[in-house]
């Protein structure tokens, strides 16, 4: 009976620790996932409005607006994860911040403050162990699925803003430099 219970405990050990692939910010401890990068060519205006066209596009609530500097956005992510003891699954919603930086040729994005929302209950920040609401309402293996899974989104986003981004750098009807 012990081996049984330290093997499901060492197991639980393994798939909530695969899901802290999650990058954590060393000095607030939530999930960031930020990046400066560079935008040869691009003013901060132009960046800008770039980001404030994506958001919208996405239906985000812009948050914060500081016209040619900074936009941030409060925003969501629809996940489907597992219910306890059931083949089933739930969706619930993730609540995020997006922040898009802007300066003369370069860019910063933060996406962060990630909290789950939804049924069975409001399982809260995303960079704890457990949910706020326990694992009777949502399994280890739903919690697991919900990082992941936000995860993979939030990675596709920031490949989507970043082609964007890069598509009007290199659009040849606006290099005025010939």
Known sequence: MQKIAFT???LTS????????LPIDAKSGKITFMETIDANGLTSQQLYDIAKEWGGNKNYTIEEDKPGAKITFKATA???????KSAEKQKGTVYFKFQLGAKEGKY???FTNFEHKGNPDDAGALEDAEPDCSFTKISIRGWTVLKKDTRKKILI?????TKKITAEQNDPTKNDDW
Do not use: M, N, V
């Open 108 to 110: 910063r994005y933060i």
């Open 157 to 161: 986003l920031i490949d989507e803003l």
């Open 8 to 10: 499901l405990l060492f």
């Open 14 to 21: 393994i798939l909530t620790s695969k899901a802290q692939d």
């Open 78 to 84: 629809e996940i489907e994860y597992p219910i306890t």
